[in-house]
């Protein structure tokens, strides 16, 4: 038995996988699925020094209120209305999807109620904060 094996196995497996996934996971998990710190680039991060972000989400959630992907919706509005990267967004819809499943009633008599403010910074601001990088209201 002479095995003439001459496995020269030539793979050349580059994997070239770029990851490019700018997956918005609008899951109500609130995690974001934008992974940590997706508003920290400069970019954003300059944006939101002068971004009007409780006028830009208010001018997001009416049109948005019925969507069946509320995260999705409110963050393709928000990027449109502020300029912030589709993955910085995806963090502010996620947080209005959270306001809504954990706040609404709190929330009723408008987002500046201290009981509103309370209650997303409670039930939505650590996971905000993890997926941006940045604190609530900065």
Do not use: H, K
């Not at 094996?5 to 700018?22: A, P, R, S």
């Not at 934008?34 to 300059?46: Q, R, V």
């Amino acid at each position: 038995d002479t095995d003439t094996d001459t496995d020269t196995d030539t793979d050349t497996d580059t994997d070239t996988d770029t990851d490019t996934d700018t997956d918005t996971d609008s899951d109500s998990d609130a995690d974001g699925g934008t992974g940590e710190g997706a508003c920290t680039n400069p970019d954003d991060m300059e944006i939101l020094e002068t971004a009007d972000v409780p006028t830009a989400m208010a001018g997001c959630i009416p049109g948005c209120a019925m969507a069946e992907d509320l995260a999705g919706c409110v963050a393709d509005c928000f990027a449109d209305e502020t300029g912030l990267s589709a993955e910085c967004s995806a963090c502010f819809g996620v947080m209005a999807e959270c306001t809504f499943d954990n706040c609404l009633d709190e929330c009723s008599g408008g987002s500046s109620s201290p009981e509103c403010q309370e209650c997303v910074g409670d039930a939505c601001g650590g996971s905000f904060e993890e997926c941006s990088g940045v604190p609530m209201g900065a």
